[in-house]
Nanobody
Framework: QVQLVESGGGLVQAGGSLRLSCAASGRTFDENAMGWFRQAPGKEREFVAAIAWTDNRDHSDSVKGRFTISRDNAKNTVYLQMNMLKPEDTAVYYC?????????????????WGQGTQVTVSS
């Protein structure tokens, strides 16, 4: 059974940093595109970042320059380094995996999803 398990969320002050991890089990994802999405209360889920098996990456405009997605295929894990956090970054962050190699910025393109981890940024 495929599982994606996020960790690393928590409460942090504005300007602080967190690193989220997404550990995959049940199969390897070294040739699959992986992504991070987030959903704030009362808002729709939005794309945050994605990384392809080639290490090609994309970040949303709202996090570009502050967040960085990376992957360690040996550990079957994807990371999201979040720096200079803002209160508007508060959301549940979800890890997702595609069945193919290329990245995508829409949630419906992803097949596997984690349960999410809460990130709260206080002002």
């Amino acid at each position: 059974q495929v599982q994606l398990v996020e960790s690393g969320g928590g409460l942090v002050q504005a300007g602080g940093s967190l690193r989220l991890s997404c550990a995959a089990s049940g199969r390897t994802f070294d040739e699959n595109a992986m992504g991070w999405f987030r959903q704030a209360p009362g808002k729709e889920r939005e794309f945050v970042a994605a990384i392809a098996w080639t290490d090609n990456r994309d970040h949303s405009d709202s996090v570009k320059g502050r967040f960085t997605i990376s992957r360690d295929n040996a550990k079957n894990t994807v990371y999201l380094q979040m720096n200079m956090l803002k209160p508007e970054d508060t959301a549940v962050y979800y890890c997702a995996a595609r069945k193919i190699r290329t990245i995508a910025t829409i949630g419906s393109a992803y097949y596997y999803w984690g349960q999410g981890t809460q990130v709260t940024v206080s002002s």
